[in-house]
């Protein structure tokens, strides 16, 4: 709470000095990427909106984001509940007055607008300034917000395709992956519990001590750490996922060093690795998360395999050859 006051208070700041008539209003604009003008007034009208929202919430100290009814026009009933879901795990404001971003059209008709500075005031310092992706219907509406990957490790991603389907197919990988990510930072249980195939592969590995005293002699020349992997359902998976989200005011994901592999024989399998960093209100971790996503039904992606690794045991890095990836699982 300390942390957020501060931010708070740092935020306000900013804002005394750099902003003229109004402190909370956030003009967006369209560089490119949509051609129909009717489209492109709803997108920078809807994002002008929703970023002022933010700001002028935080400025009044309101614990809610309260929308007046224009303002509510410019959200669909899904774009509405994911603001009241991230807003519940931390308030947020955008700390610039003026943007100007290109748009991205997604294979399922729907629009993107992504490098949208924000600042989460539940988050620690270092990792408080984030983006935010904005997914907009063809009326110009919000439909989805979701919380972004660094700009350089999308541009990674989808600089790497090979062909226009593999280019539409990661497109689809990272919408899904920071939709993955914002799932938890929203505690959307059931955006999660949806994603992962009922038969899917839980692995989850944790470093224990070794009592050297209880060791035989051949043995006591090893490290004193292991990495103790342990399978589990989904079914427990989520069981636990909730106690989580109950024991946490708030949980900020931050995906890093993203991998994406295509399975040779299967087009549409491809595994994605990840150095996650998970902080919340009582515990954090940095560690590798591996996902084998099956996207057999382009519009229902599902997770078939998830592992987590520690980053470190005995002091050292985990060897890269040790990080789970799509090879090490037959199909």
């Excluded at 490119?32 to 492109?40: E, F, I, Q």
């Excluded at 990792?127 to 907009?136: H, R």
């Excluded at 399975?263 to 084998?292: A, C, E």
Aim: hydrophobic letters at 40%.
């Amino acid at each position: 709470m300390k942390i957020q006051n501060f931010l708070i208070t740092a935020a306000l700041a900013i804002f005394t000095v750099t902003a003229n008539a109004q402190l909370d209003v956030v003009r967006f604009s369209v560089q490119d990427g949509v051609s129909d003008a009717t489209l492109k007034s709803g997108i920078e009208k809807s994002t002008s909106t929703l970023l002022s929202v933010l700001n002028s919430t935080v400025i009044a100290g309101r614990a809610k984001v309260k929308l007046e009814k224009e303002e509510e026009s410019v959200f669909t009933k899904d774009g509405r509940k994911c603001l009241d879901e991230m807003w519940a795990s931390s308030a947020m404001m955008c700390p610039v007055s003026q943007i100007t971003e290109k748009c991205i059209s997604m294979q399922d008709g729907s629009v993107q607008v992504r490098n949208i500075p924000i600042t989460m005031l539940a988050a620690d310092p270092e990792t408080c300034e984030q983006e935010l992706v904005i997914c907009f219907n063809q009326q110009g509406q919000i439909d989805n917000i979701m919380v972004a990957l660094e700009e350089h490790r999308y541009l990674d991603v989808i600089n790497a395709q090979i062909s226009v389907k593999d280019f539409h197919r990661r497109q689809a990988i990272i919408d899904f992956v920071e939709n993955f990510r914002t799932a938890y930072n929203r505690k959307d249980i059931d955006y999660i519990n949806n994603v992962f195939s009922d038969n899917a592969l839980i692995i989850t590995g944790k470093v224990v001590k070794i009592d050297k005293k209880k060791q035989d002699l051949t043995a006591q020349s090893l490290n004193n750490e292991q990495i103790q992997y342990q399978k589990s359902t989904k079914e427990e998976y989520i069981t636990n996922l909730k106690k989580c989200f109950k024991n946490n005011s708030y949980i900020n994901l931050i995906f890093d060093d993203i991998e994406v592999m295509r399975h040779p024989k299967r087009d549409d399998i491809f595994g994605v690795t990840l150095k996650q960093h998970w902080n919340s209100s009582n515990y954090s971790d940095v560690g590798y998360l591996f996902l084998m996503i099956n996207f057999e039904d382009e519009l229902n992606p599902s997770i078939q395999v998830r592992t987590w690794q520690p980053e470190k045991y005995n002091g050292k890095p985990l060897p890269r050859d040790e990080v789970f990836s799509l090879d090490m699982f037959s199909i």
